[in-house]
């Protein structure tokens, strides 16, 4: 980076235990065991309030994990912002490039290879699986790209793509949301439902709890149960993110 051009200052706003914004300005490396030539920023962590892990990773040319990067009981999910690489699941090999994804079920190791002689990028997740008797989750293999979309509430401005299936196997699901310019929720959200939002394009202003933040490409933003949250797209283009959401699971007391 060198030095900085003018005084410091950031767009991140952390309130531990409910919300965060977090920009790309600021993230710093972090080395993981299981990763080699890789740089990985991890976004989201138990650390300030998620019950997941999110991580970006830019894979260089040769780079990947020298060992599965799993843990007993964890599922992953793994999703390619750009470039092109491999991914291992249970020995099976899949190549995705934009906008592809793979989800692992708990404790099934992956496996990432950039054999391309550009840099792949990709948002990588992981959660401790919550079972139900008599359901299991299972791999499940996609491009974004491919899926058409559908409209969010009757809205036709506002549209949504599911990424994971909605059975009771799956404990957490992927959907993405795009808002076309002057699209916006119909009503602010006040759910149980924790959020992870990474978005893919464009410009917005959410509601992040009391304050209404402008936000953008590449930004990532966490909600806590219960924090009052909407956004509208501005700008020309599409406003999009994909987001976490855990799903299909009762309270435990």
């Known amino acids: ?14 309130e531990h235990g409910r919300y965060a914004l977090i920009p790309p300005e600021g993230r710093v490396k972090n080395v993981l065991p299981n990763l080699e ?7 989201a962590s138990p650390h300030y309030g998620p019950q997941f892990a999110m991580y970006t990773v830019e894979v260089l040319p040769g780079g990947g994990t020298v060992k599965p990067f799993m843990e007993e009981g964890i599922e992953t999910f793994v999703y390619c912002l750009s470039g092109q690489g491999k991914v291992l699941v249970e020995g099976k090999e899949y190549s995705i490039d934009e906008s592809g994804y793979v989800f692992a079920p708990a404790s099934l190791g992956m496996e990432l290879r950039n054999d391309s002689d550009a840099s792949w990028k990709l948002l990588l997740y992981k959660q401790r699986y919550r079972p139900v008797e008599g359901y299991s989750a299972r791999i499940v293999v996609g491009r974004l790209n491919d899926m058409p979309y559908a409209p969010y509430d009757g809205m036709e401005n506002v549209r949504i793509k599911d990424l994971l299936p909605t059975d009771l196997g799956f404990d957490v699901n992927f959907h993405v949301l795009s808002f076309l310019p002057g699209g916006c929720h119909p009503f602010i959200e006040t759910h149980v439902q924790e959020h992870g939002l990474y978005l893919l ?33 501005v700008g020309r283009t599409p406003f999009t993110y994909i987001y976490t959401k855990d799903c299909n699971r009762d309270i435990k007391l």
Request: overall charge negative; some cysteine.
């Open 1 to 14: 980076m060198g030095y900085p051009n003018d005084l410091l200052s950031t767009r991140a706003v952390v």
């Open 201 to 233: 394009e464009g410009e917005g202003v959410y509601l992040i709890d009391d304050q209404w933040i402008p936000v953008k490409k590449e930004d990532f933003i966490w909600f806590g149960p219960y924090v009052p949250q909407a956004c509208y797209g």
């Open 37 to 43: 030539q890789c740089h990985v920023s991890i976004i």
